[in-house]
């Protein structure tokens, strides 16, 4: 086996303590326990998918090695991952290497960006993947192993090491796992994947760059008003979304999404106002990060003065919007990285 986690598995024996010193030794773990990835268990999980097991599916940044069926199965053993799992994890990998993504950035960026999963369509229901209470937060296998093992495949194929290549300066609590499917069933409006281009028969991943999380916790029963307060919420001066035209996230909560739809506000009429709602005035900003918004978006807005209104993304389009979570007045606002743009790629055995 030619990658060095591959040869490693006949260094070490089928012993939890030992490989797990093993792996803390030579950094190619999370800082997490992780399954001994045997030859064994490498060969249950390659049983997941009918593609080789030496097939590249991408080179990823920022070290540019080659992503192997044989090492996405790996780290997806060490993750803990289930065999079902694996083609998601290879529909993930060529997601974010799409060049749109922009991965290396996002894998050397000082910025807390972490990368979020969002699986659609029939195989999300039957992996089990996680779409309404406490989604994004932990208790369920696939989400948990699915973000997980993405992670470990970014760090010990693409080298993006804390410290090292991955330069966060903070870092966020998604690096460790941040993984979801969209709660079909309670959202009045279509699909994310169907959304995106894909039938709604697919199963697809859609990885983004994001930033974090915000709730928004609103008892409104008014469309008009829920649309004010995520605006809103949206805007924020120290913001790359406002300083290059990002592509900003909503999860909106089912019980948000029905009074929404009730008010007369489909997906596309919601990503509208909030594009208006949330423009912000440049002032607001730093006299230093105000000059990156001249550097950057000049071209785009014309001259940019204290009064200039920046909108959070060059079109209401790149306003992304998807359904998740359980009952309850809650929704998110995932503020993202701003050089990125979100990747989805369907699920194929």
């Not at 200039?308 to 209401?316: D, K």
Request: hydrophobic share 40%; proline share 7%.
């Amino acid at each position: 086996m030619s990658d060095p986690i591959a040869a490693a598995l006949f260094e070490a024996p089928d012993d939890l303590d030992a490989v797990n010193k093993l792996y803390r030794e030579r950094n190619w773990s999370d800082g997490l326990p992780i399954v001994p990835p045997t030859e064994e268990r490498v060969s249950r999980m390659l049983a997941g998918t009918a593609r080789k097991r030496d097939e590249v599916i991408a080179a990823l940044a920022p070290g540019f090695a080659a992503a192997t069926v044989e090492n996405i199965a790996i780290n997806s053993v060490m993750a803990g991952c289930e065999p079902a799992y694996l083609p998601v994890l290879i529909a993930a990998v060529e997601a974010v290497a799409d060049p749109a993504f922009n991965l290396q950035a996002i894998q050397a960026t000082t910025n807390p960006v972490a990368i979020w999963i969002i699986i659609n369509g029939p195989l999300a229901r039957e992996l089990e993947v996680n779409a309404t209470f406490n989604c994004i937060g932990e208790g369920v296998w696939a989400n948990a192993t699915i973000g997980r093992a993405l992670r470990l495949i970014l760090r010990n194929v693409g080298g993006a090491l804390p410290g090292e290549m991955d330069r966060a300066t903070q870092g966020q609590p998604g690096k460790y796992t941040f993984c979801c499917a969209e709660n079909e069933a309670d959202s009045p409006w279509e699909a994310l994947h169907v959304e995106r281009g894909f039938a709604k028969t697919a199963s697809t991943v859609t990885v983004v760059g994001a930033e974090g999380t915000m709730n928004m916790n609103s008892h409104s029963k008014d469309a008009a008003e829920l649309v004010h307060v995520f605006a809103q919420t949206m805007i924020h001066p120290p913001s790359n979304e406002y300083t290059h035209g990002g592509e900003p996230w909503l999860m909106i909560g089912p019980e948000h999404a029905e009074i929404l739809q009730r008010g007369g506000v489909n997906k596309a009429e919601l990503k509208r106002r909030l594009w208006e709602a949330s423009k912000m005035p440049a002032g607001l900003m730093s006299v230093k990060d105000r000059q990156r918004v001249i550097d950057s978006r000049t071209a785009e807005l014309g001259p940019i003065g204290l009064d200039t209104l920046l909108p959070i993304s060059t079109r209401p389009e790149e306003i992304c919007i998807m359904v998740a979570g359980g009952p309850g007045t809650h929704s998110v606002y995932v503020p993202c990285f701003g050089n990125s743009f979100a990747a989805t790629r369907e699920i194929k055995s």
